[in-house]
Each structure stands twice: as structure tokens, then as C-alpha cells.
């Protein structure tokens, strides 16, 4: 540093820097006398840091930086023996320096007004005072590089809360997520700052690199580049410099955001509102209304406990309308348009802990954004959606228990990562049960904390935008909580044994299956696909056509039959892939069992 240039620059521009101040410790006071009927601890700091503090920044860039260069005066100082690379970061410290100050004075006199009515810790308040203070040094960082652009400053910052624009409009990103911002949340306004380890290294890398563009400036090409940009814009320029600004407004009134549904009204049937979830059960002819207003209140009281437990922030409206003639375990979710909800078709002696079950595994799925769906943490959902539903009731544990010990397939960790296959082949009762399996293996494993823990990372609200690319994986997070896949998979297949051995009697009442499907094509009768099973009287079948492209599977139809063999009502077209499923009612496990299930092409 050189303190001769800075009592150069004192001496310059100190009343400026004086009015600044002064104005900035106004426009302070004001915020205080406001923030009093707003409420919030540091509202009126977090205020002043994102204008006045972002504005001073500006001054000060614009003064020890671009009116040295437009004035000729560095030219002067180049000539004197400091060296450009001294003089820069001078200047620059200089800078960091009053903002140091300001925002020190800022912090100190809202705690002086905030300490006349309330007690606050020095704990919350310092870390108050960090995250202000690493705000305003990646400003004024990205101010001196602003600064060093010479006429192209106000194109920077012009460009900057227009980039915070777009990414907010178009991608959904909140303006107080992004780097640097985050550090002004309303966390911090609280004084209870819960601001993350990524929060700080990205304001902090955001600093250096302005830092470090604003350094390559001053001296590159032996100070060329910022005299040439400290000179007048051309005509050219300017014409250019105006197209493209009214090129991007235009395409950014164009955007527009995703607008977020109403609830679903609930207006009809058994209502229970007690809670976060509001819930509705219609009554039928085999459902009365003290039995519909039961259930409701059961299924409310699920969804409060396990959004607690989660911690996630939801207010979910549930209408259950039972419906005759549907088979006792099929549930269907409605698909609702314009409206947020979860509608729910099922039989009237629907099996209590499945419907519980599908009302949770629907929540977590909506307040995840679907991601709680996907492969590498679908089992875990299941195995929490069926958990939670018999989280009081050691017999319908034990029901589950012995479901699970029934599948002849071993638990693997590629099965457990691989879930949506693995269902396919198990059928939900068999796939449901293994999935409880797993998670109560898990929460034996971890413990409630750290299972706590683990599921609230999991199944909380993602991050609606590219930000959902760099999460962590659910393999690094078992890694963190001390587990892995494969040593999940080892336990959960151990306990699956166990319980094999503690059921023997039961499970040794089941009949054996033999099933087989085959897929042909021939000239009377066209293409065909044949099914058989050997050890039950009847039993169902569930197909559907695969095309290339089919998204998935979903909404397979249903064949009774009450014969051993029998051909699927349908003609697939040539080249096409059936996914046929054979079940039957197993009145050990009281549920239906999937014997097979198969992928066959057709001729």
C-alpha cells in the first residue's frame, strides 16, 4: 500500500465519501423507525446493505477508479515509482476499507436500536455482522471491477439485476437464493443465521474473481486495456449498446413464471380441518358418515405428524371418494387440472393401512416435485409411506414383516436402486411390504435422529430450477450417515430371514404357483399372448402394450380368469413388447401376489 496516494484520495474526494456516509446513516435511521412496525430483528441493516450499501460501493468505485482514468490523473500516478499493481490494490483496499466502516457503523447502530426493547446475544448479532460484511466486500469487489470497465461500468451494472431477473423469472431461482444474496435472508434479518457453507463460498469466490478481473484490468497490456475503456464511446458503440438493451427487454417481457395452482377445494363429504392438512372422506351406502369422519380424521392426523417429523412446508387438501365396484386394493389418484391436491378413488372396505399409505407416498411425492420418485430414493418413500401408516399398530407391522419374508427374490443393493423394476417383478404387495423392510432396517441402522436427519435432505422441497443438478446423491448421503447400499441391502435381507423363520407356520400354509406366458403369431388366429397358472382356481391378470414410445407404465388393464389357461383380449401389433403381470388373492398374506411378471415380444 501506499499512504501517500491515500491521503491523495482523501484529500480528492473525502467530502464526497463524508456525504455519502452521511446520507447512508439517514436513510439507516429511517429503516429503523420502519422496521419497528414491519417487525424483524436486522430488517432495516439487511435493507440498507442491499441499496445504500450497494450504492456507496458504486461511489466509491466510480471515484478512486473511473474518474482516475476518464480525468487523465492516472496517467500522473504511472509516472511516479509505486508500480500499477501497488496503486490498484491502494485503491482498492482503500475502498474495502469505507465500506468496512460504513457497514460497521451500519451494524453497530442497529444493535444499539434493537438492544432498547429486546435482549440479543452477541452470538446472533456477530454472525449478523459477518454476513452483512462478506455481502457488501462481494460488492464493492464487483463494484471496482465495474469501476476498472471504465464506459462500460454502467452497462455492468445494468447487466447485473437483469441477470438476477431473468434467472428469478425464467428459472424460478427466488432473489434472495442466489450467490451473495442468500447472506441477506430473512434468516439473517431474524438474527438467526442459518446460512450454508456453499452460501459463503460462493459470495466469497465471487469476490475474488471480481477482485481478480479487476486486477487483470489495471495492469494487463501495461495498463492499455483501462486507459482504452476509460475513453468516450463512439456512435457505433452507443448504437450497439442501445439495440442490445432494447433486444433484452423485449425478450425479457416475454418471459413468463409458472403460476402455482389453488388448493383444491374441499366442499363436499366428512371435512376434518384440525390441522396442516385438510381432509375429506365422502360417504357411501357401506361407509357411513361416523366411519368416513374416522378415516378422515386418521388420514389428517398422518399427514400432520409426518410433515412435522419432515419439516417440510405443506398444507395438503385430501378428498377420498369411495366408489363401488372397484376391487378392494386398486386406488386410483385423479389427475387434477388447475388445482393442487390429491383425489383419491378406492373401494369402501379398502384396506386401511394401503390407503394411508398412498395418501402419504402422494404428499411427499407432491411436496418433493415428483423427485422423491425417482430410482435411487423411490424404495426408501415406499418404505416410509407403509411405515408411517402402521407406525402404531405392531400387529399390521408384523403383517408387513411376514409379506416381505414371502418373496422368493433376495434383496440386493442394485434391486434397492433399481425400485421401479424390482415393483414390477414383485407386485405392490410383495414390493410395499420389502420396502417396509428396508426402512425399518434402516431406522434400527441410523436411529431416529440421524434417520431424521437423512429423510429430511431427502424428501424436502428441491430446488425447482438447475441448482436440483448439484444436490447430493442418496448414495452420498447414506455414505455421510455411516451406511451404504450394499450394507443396507445385507441388513435388510438379514432381517428379512429373520422374520422368514419367525413366520415358518404361516408362510407354510401358502400354495404353490406355476405360471408361464408366450407370445405368438399365426394365420387364423393373429398375434396372441397365452397365459397359464397352475395352483389356483382363479386368478387375474394384468397386461399392457409397450410401444416404443410408451413413457411408462401405468394404468395396466385387468383380465379375471377362472380357468387354467386363457388368452389375453388383445392384438398387439407386430414388434410390439407386452407387459403381462399373472396375481392371484392369497388369503395367508390378505393380498394379491404377483406369481409372474414378464416382458414378452411379439412376433
Not at 157 to 169: E, I, S
Request: charged share 20%; glycine share 8%.
Amino acid at each position: 500500500m501506499s499512504y501517500v496516494l491515500i491521503r491523495k484520495e482523501l484529500r480528492e474526494h473525502g467530502w464526497v465519501i463524508a456525504l455519502a456516509l452521511l446520507l447512508g446513516a439517514l436513510a439507516l435511521l429511517g429503516m429503523l423507525e420502519q422496521s419497528e412496525q414491519t417487525g424483524g430483528r436486522f430488517v432495516a441493516l439487511v435493507g440498507h446493505a442491499r441499496s445504500f450499501g450497494l450504492l456507496i460501493a458504486a461511489l466509491l468505485a466510480n471515484r478512486l477508479f473511473a474518474r482516475e482514468y476518464s480525468g487523465k490523473t492516472q496517467l500522473f500516478l504511472e509516472i511516479l515509482p509505486l508500480g500499477r499493481a501497488r496503486v490498484f490494490w491502494t485503491k482498492w483496499l482503500l475502498g474495502l476499507g469505507l465500506v468496512a466502516i460504513a457497514t460497521l457503523g451500519a451494524w453497530y447502530g442497529s444493535l444499539r436500536w434493537i438492544r432498547r426493547s429486546e435482549v440479543l446475544d452477541w452470538r446472533g448479532a456477530l454472525a449478523v455482522l459477518g454476513c452483512v460484511a462478506l455481502f457488501n466486500l462481494t460488492g464493492w469487489a464487483y463494484a471496482a471491477m465495474a469501476g476498472m470497465l471504465g464506459r462500460y461500468r454502467y452497462l455492468a451494472w445494468l447487466a447485473g439485476p437483469l441477470l438476477a431477473y431473468t434467472v428469478h423469472d425464467a428459472a424460478g431461482i427466488p432473489i434472495e437464493e442466489l450467490p451473495a444474496f442468500r447472506l441477506l435472508g430473512e434468516d439473517v434479518a431474524m438474527a438467526r443465521p442459518q446460512v450454508g457453507a456453499l452460501a459463503l463460498v460462493q459470495a466469497g469466490s465471487l469476490a475474488l474473481v471480481c477482485a481478480g478481473a479487476g486486477m487483470l484490468l489495471a495492469t494487463a497490456g501495461s495498463g492499455a486495456i483501462a486507459s482504452t475503456l476509460a475513453r468516450r464511446m463512439t456512435t457505433r458503440e452507443r448504437v450497439f449498446i442501445v439495440s442490445a438493451s432494447i433486444t433484452g427487454l423485449a425478450l425479457l417481457t416475454a418471459l413468463e413464471s409458472k403460476p402455482e395452482p389453488p388448493p383444491f377445494e374441499l366442499t363436499e363429504g366428512e371435512i376434518v380441518a384440525d390441522g396442516l392438512a385438510r381432509v375429506a372422506v365422502m360417504p357411501t351406502g357401506e361407509l357411513d358418515a361416523a366411519r368416513a369422519s374416522e378415516l378422515a380424521r386418521v388420514i389428517s392426523r398422518d399427514a400432520d405428524t409426518l410433515i412435522d417429523r419432515l419439516g417440510v412446508s405443506a398444507q395438503p387438501r385430501v378428498f377420498v371418494l369411495p366408489q363401488q365396484g372397484l376391487d378392494r386394493t386398486v386406488m386410483q389418484r385423479a389427475v387434477l387440472s388447475g388445482a393442487q391436491g390429491i383425489v383419491l378413488r378406492v373401494a369402501p372396505d379398502a384396506p386401511r393401512p394401503q390407503l394411508r399409505a398412498l395418501v402419504l407416498h402422494s404428499l411427499v411425492a407432491d411436496v418433493t416435485l415428483q423427485r422423491a420418485l425417482k430410482e435411487d430414493r423411490h424404495v426408501l418413500l415406499d418404505g416410509l409411506s407403509a411405515y408411517w401408516a402402521v407406525r402404531d399398530d405392531p400387529a399390521a407391522r408384523e403383517r408387513l414383516w411376514s409379506r416381505a419374508a414371502a418373496s422368493a427374490a433376495p434383496l440386493s443393493a442394485e434391486r434397492l436402486q433399481r425400485w421401479a423394476e424390482t415393483s414390477e417383478q414383485l407386485g405392490s404387495c410383495l414390493a410395499d411390504a420389502s420396502a417396509f423392510a428396508v426402512f425399518a432396517t434402516l431406522e434400527g441402522a441410523l436411529g431416529q435422529s440421524a434417520l431424521w436427519t437423512l429423510l429430511r435432505g431427502l424428501f424436502s422441497r428441491p430446488h425447482d430450477d438447475v441448482r436440483v443438478l448439484f444436490e447430493p446423491s442418496v448414495a452420498q448421503r447414506l455414505q455421510r450417515a455411516g451406511l451404504s447400499w450394499s450394507r443396507l441391502a445385507a441388513l435388510s435381507e438379514r432381517a428379512r430371514l429373520a422374520a422368514r423363520a419367525r413366520n415358518a407356520a404361516v408362510l407354510a400354509l401358502r400354495p404353490s404357483y406355476r405360471a408361464s406366458v408366450s407370445a405368438s403369431a399365426t394365420r387364423d388366429r393373429g398375434r396372441t399372448v397365452a397365459i397359464a397358472l397352475a395352483g389356483s382356481p382363479q386368478y387375474f391378470a394384468l397386461y399392457q402394450v409397450l410401444l416404443p414410445w410408451t413413457p411408462g407404465v401405468d394404468g395396466m388393464s385387468r383380465f379375471d380368469v377362472r380357468k387354467a389357461r386363457a388368452v389375453l383380449p388383445l392384438s398387439p401389433p407386430r414388434g410390439s413388447r407386452v407387459l403381462v403381470a399373472l396375481e392371484v388373492e392369497d388369503a395367508t398374506l390378505d393380498c394379491p401376489v404377483r406369481v409372474l411378471a414378464r416382458r414378452v415380444d411379439v412376433p
